[in-house]
């Protein structure tokens, strides 16, 4: 009964934040974060002495729902995703998106390592704030792309082929995050010969299943005669490859987005595979997703603003420049025009859902508790980078929008 109504209080909340936030055309993970700040502060509360926060954030049933939300936003990711565009990318989005990740992860780092307080977590701190500034979170910029008619435009081509390759190498950071965090060391050669061996063994047996095992289960799934059989082909799918990923080392999510990844329309037939995408899309967007950024902004802590308000604007300034430089340079030395270069440069930096998946993973592994006692800057590191994935969300859309407008590309 109390978790059904912690549920319904964060789905009612979440929901109403989020119309607010699409009515003035912001995007819904906006909405949906600042009703969990608005719970968590106070302004919404929980009926009953029982339902306080603490209790929440320690119940393992509810954060069992909120691993259910990554899973599924997860495999709503991959399933959204056509794996013919990597074959299809053109030679100006390779660089962009290359240089579009490791120019702001190099410089995410370098900020850790030259601001952070010295500890045995400090590599892993800054290597922390490395990812979170590499991560791109397109589709607020594609569905910008879309609603101006921009997507087919050279600039849309190339920050939707950008997004792809990142979204890949995204999971190899995560994967190298994950175990750094486990063990709070330093990347020496052994440890990066395991992540490399278990990346590989990962990725050789998901795509090995994906293209002989899966066709042969889909194609005999009508003999079984069930409803709704394609729908749990791809859950046990994607719990197959999440439990192997665990047993790797790698977080559970790496998982979930290769099973979408690798369940195409050649699989299941383009009309299956369509209405699959929507069932995945209803149950993520209409439930566990907003209960899964609510529970973030229940942790967003404001005080952050007012503790270490330099770093925040620094942080959000270094996210920033990484991605003008790292994308927007890259595509003028490409060959496109200075307002194209710029336009790329801002769609690459909206950082989404993804981003603040890695900030609790960060959390919920401890990374904030070191050293101890814990200075300012690390016991509020989690709220800075929730807070410029918010920021670069907002701005990137915006800025979007008006360099489109005003160009004619």
Same mark, same amino acid.
Request: aromatic content about 8%; hydrophobic content about 60%.
């Given at each position: 009964?109390?978790l059904?109504?912690?549920l319904?209080?964060l ?6 934040c ?10 819904a ?9 608005l719970?968590?502060?106070g302004?919404?509360?929980? =009926?009953?002495?029982e339902?306080?926060?603490e209790s ?7 954060q069992?729902v909120?691993?259910?939300g990554?899973?599924?936003l997860m ?21 962009? =998106? ?6 702001p992860?190099?410089?995410? &780092?370098?900020?850790g390592w030259?601001?952070?307080p010295?500890?045995d ?9 490395g990812v979170?500034l590499?991560? +791109? ?7 910008? $792309? ?12 190339v920050?939707?082929?950008?997004a ?9 950071l ?5 175990s750094?965090?486990? +063990?709070?060391?330093s990347?020496?050669? =052994?440890?990066?010969?395991?992540? =490399? ?5 990962f ?5 090995l299943?994906g293209?002989? $095992?899966l066709?042969?289960?889909?194609r005999n ?13 791809l ?10 990923a ?8 790496i998982?979930?987005?290769a099973?979408? $990844?690798l369940f195409t329309?050649n ?11 929507k069932q995945?899309?209803?149950l ?8 899964f ?10 005080a ?11 942080l959000i ?20 025009k200075?307002g ?10 909206a950082r ?5 998946i890695?900030a ?16 300012p ?21 915006v ?9 004619? &590309?």
């Open positions: 009964m109390h059904l109504y912690i319904l209080v789905l009612l909340v979440t929901r109403i989020s119309a607010v936030a699409v009515r003035f055309k912001q995007p993970l906006v909405g949906e974060l600042l009703g969990g700040v719970i968590g502060m302004v919404v509360g929980f =009926a009953g002495p339902l306080d926060l929440l954030n320690a119940d393992a049933t509810f069992g909120l691993d259910l990554v899973f599924f495999l709503m990711a991959g399933v959204e995703m056509h794996p013919g565009d990597l074959a299809r990318v053109s030679k100006k989005a390779i660089p962009v =998106a290359l240089f579009g990740m490791f120019v992860l190099g410089m995410g &780092f370098g900020l030259w601001w952070l010295d500890s977590w400090k590599f892993v701190q800054s290597m922390f704030l979170a590499a991560i +791109t979170a397109v589709p607020v910029a594609v569905k910008v $792309l879309k609603d101006l008619g921009k997507l087919q435009s050279p600039v849309g081509q920050v939707v082929a950008a792809v390759i990142d979204d890949v190498l995204s999971l190899l995560l994967a190298v995050l994950t750094l965090i486990a +063990t709070g060391e990347l020496g050669l =052994a440890q990066i010969g395991r992540i =490399a061996v278990n990346v590989g063994v990725f050789t047996l998901a795509w299943t293209r002989y $095992l066709p042969i289960a889909a799934l009508g003999r079984l005669r069930l409803e709704h059989a394609d729908f749990t082909l859950l046990v799918f994607g719990l197959g490859l999440a439990v192997l665990e047993l790797l080392d790698m977080h559970f999510l998982g979930a987005f099973a979408g $990844l329309r699989t299941v037939g383009k009309a299956t595979h369509e209405d699959l995408q995945v899309e209803t993520t967007l209409g439930f566990l997703a907003p209960v950024f609510a529970s973030i902004g229940i942790h967003l802590d404001l952050s603003l007012r503790e270490i308000p330099v770093f925040v604007v620094v300034a270094v996210a920033t420049l990484g991605k003008l430089l790292g994308a927007g340079l890259t595509a003028r030395l490409a060959g496109f200075g194209e270069a710029l336009a790329v440069g801002s769609a690459m930096n989404g859902a993804v981003e603040i890695v609790d993973i960060a959390l919920r592994g401890g990374l904030f508790d070191h050293p101890v006692p814990t200075p800057e690390i016991k509020y590191l989690f709220s800075a980078v929730v807070i410029m994935a918010i920021v670069t969300t907002l701005a990137s859309p800025t979007l929008r008006a360099l489109l407008r005003r160009s004619a &590309f």
